[in-house]
């Protein structure tokens, strides 16, 4: 296993992330944990989701801010993974709103507009990661705060 020092581990995550949108979003509903596939974007150096406002993830976050993201990873046949801890929280601000609703691939295949009643924002902030570099066999963590 190669050990580097954490600001290259963070900077190794970092390049995973901007090339992995498909990841899979745990949250808690009330005792039990819940994950579903999502697609997270970066817009300024911030992490989002765009959700249906009645989806169960959103109530789940506003009771529970609490969640963990994990992408697979897969490089030369070898498959590893990142997991981030962190919180999660819905944006209510229009203008932010907007800005990511262009910066999210998706957007217009399932929504009207960044006012759609239907549209819900979910910026994601992690903490913390564990990252299993494809192909290795002991993961690597890191104390983070991205922003």
Request: charged share 25%.
């Amino acid at each position: 296993m190669a050990k580097i020092n954490a600001s290259q581990l963070q900077q190794e995550i970092m390049a995973w992330l901007t090339q992995s949108q498909n990841v899979y979003l745990a949250t808690c509903d009330k005792q039990h944990p819940r994950v579903r596939p999502m697609v997270l974007f970066i817009s300024e150096e911030r992490y989002f989701f765009a959700t249906f406002s009645g989806d169960a993830k959103v109530a789940q976050i506003q009771n529970n801010k609490f969640v963990e993201v994990c992408i697979p990873l897969t490089e030369d046949g070898h498959t590893g993974y990142i997991r981030l801890s962190g919180i999660a929280k819905i944006v209510k601000d229009a203008a932010l709103k907007a800005e990511a609703s262009e910066r999210c691939f998706f957007f217009d295949q399932f929504f009207s507009g960044y006012d759609d009643p239907d549209y819900t924002l979910i910026e994601f902030e992690p903490d913390y990661a564990e990252y299993l570099r494809p192909g290795e066999n002991h993961s690597q963590s890191i104390n983070l705060k991205l922003s």
